[in-house]
């Protein structure tokens, strides 16, 4: 008989949304723990629903804008808070295709330092843009996004432009980076 309680006391936690840490056979479920007494056989805990809301994503970036334009790699650290999630990911784009990385995130807090190329197409007067992405999945699906931009000219990166356009230390858009 406790058998078959214990076999439904999981298969309605994990319906409704609980976590179940499958390495360990434990199963995470929120609880509210100020229920009646901790004390005693007669002790149930009220188990709470999962939250509405999803999971909770913050993310910045160390740098938004890398400059100069030099061709040299250079380290942006991307940081941020999760909460209320059970699988978060992260993934950095490049417009151009030529850089990407992906990886998971765990813990409450998570950093990740990346190198990215200070280089830009001499034509591309956007400037090249990085994404950093973050999805945590929980109750639902929260994707969360920081661009960093490697702009065209100084006017795009907060300083005052010497009237160079640069070409001579980009990339013009023909061949290879």
Request: hydrophobic fraction near 30%; include cysteine.
């Amino acid at each position: 008989m406790k058998q078959l309680f214990f076999f439904a006391v999981i298969f309605v936690l994990i319906t409704t949304g609980c976590s179940n840490d499958a390495s360990t056979g434990i199963v995470n479920a929120p609880v509210d723990e100020r229920s009646e007494l901790n004390t005693g056989s007669n002790f149930t805990p009220n188990i709470l629903p999962p939250s509405d809301n999803g999971p909770t994503v913050t993310v910045t970036a160390s740098d938004t804008i890398v400059w100069p334009p030099n061709k040299k790699w250079k380290t942006v650290t991307f940081s941020g808070t999760l909460s209320d999630y059970t699988v978060a990911t992260y993934a950095l784009t490049d417009q151009y295709g030529k850089i990407s990385y992906a990886g998971s995130l765990s813990g409450a807090t998570y950093s990740v330092p990346l190198k990215l190329k200070a280089e830009r197409k001499g034509k591309d007067k956007d400037g090249r843009t990085y994404t950093f992405t973050v999805t945590a999945v929980g109750s639902l699906t929260v994707t969360v996004s920081v661009d960093v931009v490697v702009p065209h000219d100084k006017k795009k990166s907060g300083g005052k432009d010497d009237g160079d356009d640069d070409d001579d230390d980009c990339d013009d858009g023909g061949g290879d980076d």
